[in-house]
Structure formats: C-alpha cells, structure tokens
Nanobody, 114 residues
Framework: QVQLVESGGGSVQPGGSLRLSCRVA????????MGWYRQAPGKQRELVAS???????NYADSVRGRFTISRDNAKKEVYLQMKSLKPEDTAAYYC????????WGQGTQVTVSS
C-alpha cells in the first residue's frame, strides 16, 4: 500500500538548482531511514543522500557540498535541494527507505545540459 511520489525534476543548465520532493503515501509503520537514489542510463541505481528520523545525514562523495537532504516527519516527506548541478547529475531520481526498500515509485527526471 506504500506509494512513493517524487516531483520537482526538470531540465536545467550546468550550475543551476532544483529541489526535489518525495511524498510517502499509504499506511506505513517505518518512516525512519530514508534516502534519495538516482539511476542514469546504463548504470546501477546509487544512493546519493540519506537521512535518519533524527536528522543524521550522509552524502555520496559525488554530491557532497552541493546537495542537501531534509525531511518532514509529520508530512512524511523527504526533500533534496540540488545546487551547482553538473551534467553527470543527469538521472532519474527516486526516494525510498534505506535497507529494505518499498516498491519503487516513478521517479523524477533531472537533466543537466547546455
């Protein structure tokens, strides 16, 4: 019954910014350790940022200093503020819990190009 709904993606020039949102809908009992993942064509899905219920955060080296993950536990939402975007950030972005994932949502496409 869990639905993951990502939004906020789009096309942006290098150096631009986007803010992604993830809404976790449905009956859940474990909205705890959440993350943002991305998958580029021909590549495996990778975890780029994670955040615990209490706000402890980790980033992949590729995005550290440029991306900021946050969450609203009351709304069951997770956010990803992306700045200084690079072409290599181009991917479909997904949210999910870290560890035992729920079924994946549709994701939101981020395209960074000139």
């Amino acid at each position: 019954q869990v639905q993951l709904v990502e939004s906020g993606g789009g096309s942006v020039q290098p150096g631009g910014s986007l803010r992604l949102s993830c809404r976790v809908a449905g009956s859940i009992f474990d909205f705890n350790y959440m993350g943002w993942y991305r998958q580029a064509p021909g590549k495996q899905r990778e975890l780029v940022a994670s955040i615990t219920r209490g706000g402890s955060i980790n980033y992949a080296d590729s995005v550290r200093g440029r991306f900021t993950i946050s969450r609203d536990n009351a709304k069951k939402e997770v956010y990803l503020q992306m700045k200084s975007l690079k072409p290599e950030d181009t991917a479909a972005y997904y949210c999910n819990r870290v560890g035992a994932t729920w079924p994946w949502g549709q994701g939101t496409q981020v395209t960074v190009s000139s």
